[in-house]
């Protein structure tokens, strides 16, 4: 599969370089610290302390909250801003050294629904104090769900000060003015390599909305194993590893619910006609043979009924506008090996490669007949271009040039280059993570418009529940700035932004996040004993 490959994290020859910027973290606390970068900000050099009744105020605005996604999200941000400690409350804060006290932040949204739209309004503005209230933080946005991405920036203002167990905004006044660069932010994880217990896909969700990262692609079967319900076609479930490493239909409805009150999509995967060999554990008559079990048989009208009832079903829970189909690494001589397939061949004058192109356009109608647009993996695109339908996302995954040439085609397209966005690949360092550019080389707006923007690849080979953090986090929040902010805004050099990664490395971690060290690969260990800002 496309993780494969992965090898053990070295120690890069960077160390001398970031402790030096760890130093300076120390020396000048009032340095910038906000990931990913927004758009545009200004700050000061006042000090200010939140109430310890500090409150949300609504006044104005025309999102009601009548689900509470909105209130939700306040109150996690200010769990996550206490970090547990005892807050005494702040009362006389507002007579040390001419700081203020803020009673509350007031938001405005304009928008008054809180469906979760692919493409909507994720802007925000934030400015702490407010002009008009001084007492006030600030927060404006098209919908609630950039609302929520300013309380993700406010958290980031905010410090706990331990001397006087008061939560504190350095560096007042503030005006950021923020939108992402790329509506497309994502993050893959792979649940048939090995199953991931549902509080730790929740766990996975909420550390993506630290970073702005807005679309959860859950991989959900494979080869190895089908770990999903499916109302229509009850055996398939049968291909789990064990009955307790399942998610019953129920589970996946809540797994989308709990994304999409943060504001995250969530992509389901089938990937077909390859990387299906768990599915005929439950119903045999999908592989062409018992000794030759993969790719799906194309010659079988059952398998695209299979298909249509799975995509029925996810039409029920899984809400994004677009179903991932995969279509990758088809290995056909099942087919031409198996006698009634090669007979079914020769009828319609199919060559092992027609039946391919067959195969994925005729799963595509499926699933366009349910109202998805359908995501598939490079490989189609390589094979047959022309004949997918022009609604089709190509995911980019193996070559370079590949960007610009399904753009030039007037096809959209979602980058993942195995070489720089491939988690699974521990020895990859952040540094390629940030530098890696979704738009390279391509250079007429057109084409641009039709990169919907870029994905990280959580592979389940050699992850599951005990290192899945350490190995996403943190070179997933590199890639999520180059999602995020401007291009014009973004480092040359990745390592100048190593002192405010690290900053929220160690953010992620006081967060309860097990993000790794920034010091070599993915998924090292500190070298030695220190702060987590200098490792």
Same mark, same amino acid.
């Given at each position: 599969?496309?993780?494969?490959?992965?090898?053990?994290?070295?120690?890069?020859?960077?160390?001398?370089?970031?402790?030096?910027g760890?130093?300076?973290?120390?020396?000048?606390?009032?340095?910038?610290?906000?990931?990913?970068l927004?758009?545009?900000?200004?700050?000061?050099?006042?000090r200010?302390?939140?109430?310890?009744?500090?409150?949300?105020?609504?006044?104005?605005?025309?999102?009601?909250?009548?689900?509470?996604?909105?209130?939700?999200?306040?109150?996690?941000?200010?769990?996550?801003?206490?970090?547990?400690?005892?807050?005494?409350?702040?009362? $006389?804060?507002?007579? &040390?050294g001419?700081? !203020?006290? %803020?009673?509350? /932040? @007031?938001?405005? *949204?304009?928008?008054?629904?809180d469906?979760?739209?692919?493409?909507?309004?994720?802007?925000?503005?934030?400015?702490?104090?407010?002009?008009?209230?001084?007492?006030?933080?600030?927060?404006?946005?098209?919908?609630?769900?950039?609302?929520?991405?300013?309380?993700?920036?406010?958290?980031?203002?905010?410090?706990?000060?331990?001397?006087?167990?008061?939560?504190?905004?350095?560096?007042?006044?503030?005006?950021?003015?923020d939108?992402?660069?790329?509506?497309?932010?994502?993050?893959?994880?792979?649940?048939?390599?090995?199953?991931?217990?549902?509080?730790?896909?929740? $766990?996975?969700?909420? &550390?993506?909305?630290? !970073?702005? %990262?807005?679309? /959860? @692609?859950?991989? *959900?079967?494979?080869?190895?194993?089908?770990?999903?319900?499916?109302?229509?076609?009850?055996?398939?479930?049968?291909?789990?590893?064990?009955?307790?490493?399942?998610?019953?239909?129920?589970?996946?409805?809540?797994?989308?619910?709990?994304?999409?009150?943060?504001?995250?999509?969530?992509?389901?995967?089938?990937?077909?006609?390859?990387?299906?060999?768990?599915?005929?554990?439950?119903?045999?008559?999908?592989?062409?043979?018992?000794?030759?079990?993969?790719?799906?048989?194309?010659?079988?009208?059952?398998?695209?009924?299979?298909?249509?009832?799975?995509?029925?079903?996810?039409?029920?829970?899984?809400k994004?506008?677009?179903?991932h189909?995969?279509?990758?690494?088809?290995?056909?001589?099942?087919?031409?090996?198996?006698?009634?397939?090669?007979?079914?061949?020769?009828?319609?004058?199919?060559?092992?490669?027609?039946?391919?192109?067959?195969?994925?356009?005729?799963?595509?109608?499926?699933a366009?007949?349910?109202?998805?647009?359908?995501?598939?993996?490079?490989?189609?695109?390589?094979?047959?271009?022309?004949?997918?339908?022009?609604?089709?996302?190509?995911?980019?995954?193996?070559?370079?040039?590949?960007?610009?040439?399904?753009?030039?085609?007037?096809?959209?397209?979602?980058?993942?280059?195995?070489?720089?966005?491939?988690?699974?690949?521990?020895?990859?360092?952040?540094?390629g993570?940030?530098?890696?550019?979704p738009l390279?080389?391509?250079?007429?707006?057109?084409?641009?418009?039709?990169?919907?923007?870029?994905?990280?690849?959580?592979?389940?080979?050699?992850?599951d529940?005990?290192?899945?953090?350490?190995?996403?986090?943190?070179?997933?929040?590199?890639?999520?700035?180059?999602?995020?902010?401007?291009?014009?805004?973004?480092?040359?050099?990745?390592?100048?932004?190593?002192?405010?990664?690290?900053?929220?490395?160690c953010?992620?971690?006081?967060?309860?996040?097990?993000?790794?060290?920034?010091?070599?690969?993915?998924r090292?260990?500190?070298l030695?004993?220190?702060?987590?800002?200098?490792?």
């Amino acid at each position: 599969m496309r993780g494969r490959g992965a090898k053990i994290a070295g120690v890069l020859p960077l160390f001398t370089l970031f402790m030096a910027g760890a130093i300076s973290a120390f020396e000048d606390i009032e340095r910038l610290r906000i990931w990913p970068l927004p758009a545009e900000v200004s700050h000061g050099g006042r000090r200010m302390y939140l109430s310890g009744d500090f409150k949300l105020v609504t006044e104005g605005s025309k999102y009601e909250d009548t689900t509470g996604i909105l209130k939700e999200g306040f109150d996690r941000m200010l769990d996550v801003v206490r970090l547990s400690h005892v807050v005494s409350g702040g009362r $006389n804060s507002s007579r &040390s050294g001419g700081s !203020a006290l %803020l009673q509350g /932040l @007031h938001v405005i *949204i304009s928008s008054s629904t809180d469906e979760l739209e692919y493409g909507e309004d994720e802007s925000y503005k934030l400015v702490v104090p407010s002009p008009e209230k001084p007492s006030y933080a600030h927060l404006e946005a098209k919908s609630v769900y950039g609302a929520l991405h300013g309380l993700q920036t406010f958290s980031q203002l905010c410090h706990f000060n331990l001397k006087k167990k008061v939560i504190e905004i350095l560096m007042t006044p503030w005006n950021i003015t923020d939108q992402p660069r790329f509506s497309y932010r994502g993050l893959l994880i792979d649940t048939s390599r090995h199953y991931l217990p549902l509080p730790v896909i929740k $766990n996975v969700i909420d &550390s993506m909305t630290y !970073a702005k %990262l807005n679309v /959860l @692609h859950w991989h *959900i079967v494979d080869t190895q194993s089908f770990p999903l319900e499916i109302p229509s076609y009850p055996k398939l479930w049968n291909g789990a590893y064990s009955s307790s490493q399942r998610y019953t239909f129920d589970d996946a409805a809540e797994i989308v619910n709990y994304a999409q009150r943060r504001g995250i999509h969530v992509l389901a995967e089938i990937d077909v006609p390859g990387h299906a060999l768990s599915w005929g554990k439950g119903y045999p008559s999908l592989w062409p043979s018992k000794n030759c079990q993969e790719p799906l048989d194309v010659s079988s009208n059952f398998t695209f009924k299979v298909i249509d009832g799975i995509l029925s079903d996810f039409s029920k829970i899984f809400k994004f506008k677009f179903v991932h189909l995969g279509g990758d690494e088809v290995n056909t001589t099942c087919w031409s090996a198996t006698p009634r397939i090669a007979q079914w061949l020769k009828k319609h004058r199919m060559s092992e490669e027609e039946a391919y192109q067959y195969f994925v356009l005729r799963a595509q109608k499926i699933a366009l007949s349910h109202g998805y647009e359908t995501i598939n993996w490079e490989e189609t695109f390589n094979n047959f271009g022309s004949k997918l339908n022009p609604k089709t996302v190509v995911h980019n995954w193996l070559g370079t040039g590949v960007v610009e040439r399904v753009t030039a085609s007037g096809l959209r397209c979602i980058v993942s280059n195995q070489d720089k966005w491939y988690l699974d690949h521990i020895d990859a360092p952040w540094q390629g993570f940030y530098d890696n550019e979704p738009l390279q080389d391509i250079k007429d707006k057109k084409q641009q418009s039709l990169v919907l923007g870029g994905e990280v690849c959580m592979w389940g080979e050699h992850i599951d529940a005990s290192d899945i953090e350490q190995t996403i986090w943190p070179r997933a929040a590199a890639a999520a700035e180059r999602l995020w902010t401007p291009y014009a805004k973004l480092a040359t050099n990745p390592d100048k932004v190593t002192t405010r990664l690290a900053h929220f490395r160690c953010l992620l971690n006081q967060r309860g996040v097990a993000a790794a060290p920034l010091v070599g690969g993915g998924r090292v260990v500190p070298l030695e004993p220190g702060s987590c800002l200098a490792q």
